[in-house]
């Protein structure tokens, strides 16, 4: 298997180089269950953060990432679901199409976590940024809670991401070109 060796704020990984399409590759960055990993880069990512009232993060991936950066500000956080739960009373919910999901799919807020959005300023949180898609429709579901984005970040930024001015990250990650069976290029 071909692998990316990622180095960041001290730490090293080999990330797994896999096809999300016939053209394009990733290194699979998946930071659930990576303790040490989480707990190295949350508190170097929180100090980049502007001034900001509430955090949120979509499940699943950035939940250990959020978690981390919470306790570094010693506050709770919210968690943007991918499906409506039977507890949860007038949640608010938009569409997202991400690189790595190949069918659409939904983030909603419980309506007492709406709420708790509106009139603040919002810090979005997540593991990776590349198309923007989950990160669009994270801030499209604050606006409709009345929030507002202040902050977008990430521990990596991937692919066309890295030219944004309007994203917070630790480090760049590649993208791979499929043009060979044995071999991935890095995308330029």
Do not use: H, W
């Amino acid at each position: 298997m071909q692998t990316y060796t990622l180095n960041i704020c001290g730490l090293k990984r080999e990330l797994p180089i896999v096809p999300v399409s016939d053209e394009l590759s990733i290194a699979s960055f998946v930071i659930l269950g990576d303790t040490e990993l989480v707990r190295t880069v949350g508190p170097k990512l929180a100090q980049k953060l502007p001034e900001f009232d509430v955090l949120i993060s979509a499940e699943a991936k950035g939940i250990p990432l959020i978690y981390e950066v919470s306790r570094f500000f010693d506050m709770n956080y919210i968690v943007a679901r991918k499906s409506i739960k039977s507890y949860m009373q007038n949640p608010v919910k938009v569409k997202v199409n991400s690189i790595t999901t190949e069918e659409e799919q939904i983030l909603c807020l419980n309506g007492r976590d709406a709420k708790k959005v509106n009139g603040k300023k919002v810090a979005i949180i997540d593991d990776v940024i590349s198309s923007g898609a989950s990160i669009a429709a994270i801030e499209k579901l604050v606006n409709k809670a009345g929030g507002k984005v202040v902050a977008k970040a990430a521990i990596l930024a991937e692919g066309e991401a890295v030219k944004r001015d309007d994203i917070i990250y630790l480090k760049e990650l590649p993208l791979f070109n499929n043009n060979e069976k044995s071999k991935y290029n890095i995308l330029k």
